[in-house]
């Protein structure tokens, strides 16, 4: 079992910035792939970004390539995601997420991870 626990939400005006991070802890964090995905109300969630477990390919969701980046500590068993830019349609709340080892591929489903954290909102006034 991991448990994922993600800090750094909060209320941030149009063009800000926010550092998003997810705490590993539990079974031992290697070989997880890890991924953010985000819900805003009365929207289904949506896929964001997501790393393998060597940091070293990632992939991003058209709608914030090129304003957000993941990146990871493994030594710490922290996934970090930097939102630059901020648009009023980034509020949500945002989700971290672990996928078991594996070949890396780009999850973008839901249902190809296999824990989750309890979220952290992201409010973005105009």
């Keep these: 079992q991991v448990q994922l626990v993600e800090s750094g939400g909060g209320l941030v005006q149009a063009g800000g910035s926010l ?3 997810c705490a590993a802890s539990g079974r031992t964090f ?3 792939a890890m991924g953010w995905f985000r819900q805003a109300p009365g929207k289904e ?3 964001v970004t997501t790393i393998s477990w060597s940091g070293d390919s990632t992939y991003y969701a058209d709608s914030v ?3 957000f980046t993941i990146s990871r500590d ?3 068993n922290t996934v970090y995601l930097q939102m630059n830019s901020l648009k ?3 509020t949500a709340v945002y989700y971290c997420a672990a996928r078991r080892p594996g070949s890396w591929y780009p999850a973008t489903r839901s249902r190809e991870y296999d824990y989750w954290g309890q979220g952290t909102q992201v409010t973005v006034s105009s």
């Design 65 to 67: 390539k090129g304003r």
């Design 19 to 21: 550092r998003l991070s």
């Design 88 to 90: 009023p349609e980034d």
């Design 30 to 32: 290697s070989g997880y």
């Design 45 to 47: 969630r949506e896929f």
């Design 74 to 76: 493994n030594a710490k």
